[in-house]
């Protein structure tokens, strides 16, 4: 069955029917998440040897384009999770990438750290210095890293398995690491109220972590290197997959995402 089939199947017979409920009463879909997995579309873009689809971006930006279009909220937790996935199928380990193919885990994407504001007020390089820039601890005792922030316009908020998170480096002189964080790790705290950005249903929330206890093999890439791994991962996937949603950028904008600081440029 194509991944086409298989979304027709589940946004006339799942996503569709709970549009309603989701968007008036701003409630998770978590069964149109559930039956999202169960066709492998959560696991579209992961190496088929893993047992996913193998399928790249155009593929998840058609897939988000055709949600968007009949529930705004699964579209958007959709576009925040094939943006994680991005990041893990080049960094994450074989079983978390398992996870996601046999469409058992929902990943979202922890980066930004200051606090919500009405998107006209954001300038661009203020919306730029939410993902390529961090304030969070992270301090390593033996094999366990202690991080400590409050990320902003989380996606999926207490709903995801994990989120890819972004702290200072342990040791690197600059830039970012990134880490796969655990939605149950002990300490992870969301609050009850979402914070009222992003679609209604979509459990756009803060996630803090004061401090979450995490393995050290957690990491994505070296440390330092999630500055990279942002500009040139996650920021394509955020700006393919928003317009395919109709959506703007992660901090209410829409054409930041699409420059980099003039030193990275110089770097690519």
Known sequence: M???????????????PAAATTGTEGRFPRGSVTELGRAGLLGLTVATELGGGGLGL???ADVV????RVCPATAAVLRSHYAAVAVIESHG???L????????????????????AAPGLLSEQDAQARLWTS???????????ALCARKHQVTAAGEADSYVWSSRPLAAPDGLTLWVVPAHAPDLFVPARPDGEGPHGSATSTVFADPVLIPADAMLGPDGGGLDIVLRTVLPWLLELGTAGGQSGPDGTSP?????PTDSLASS
């Open 2 to 16: 194509s991944y086409r089939t298989a979304l027709s199947d589940v946004l006339d017979g799942v996503i569709s």
């Open 58 to 60: 155009p593929d998840a």
């Open 65 to 68: 384009t055709q949600v968007a």
């Open 93 to 95: 380990n074989p079983w």
């Open 97 to 116: 990438r398992r996870e996601i193919a046999a469409g058992r885990h929902l990943s979202s994407l922890a980066l930004a750290e200051e606090g919500p």
């Open 135 to 145: 304030r969070a601890a992270a301090v390593r005792s033996g094999e366990v890293v």
């Open 256 to 260: 930041w995402a699409a420059r980099r």
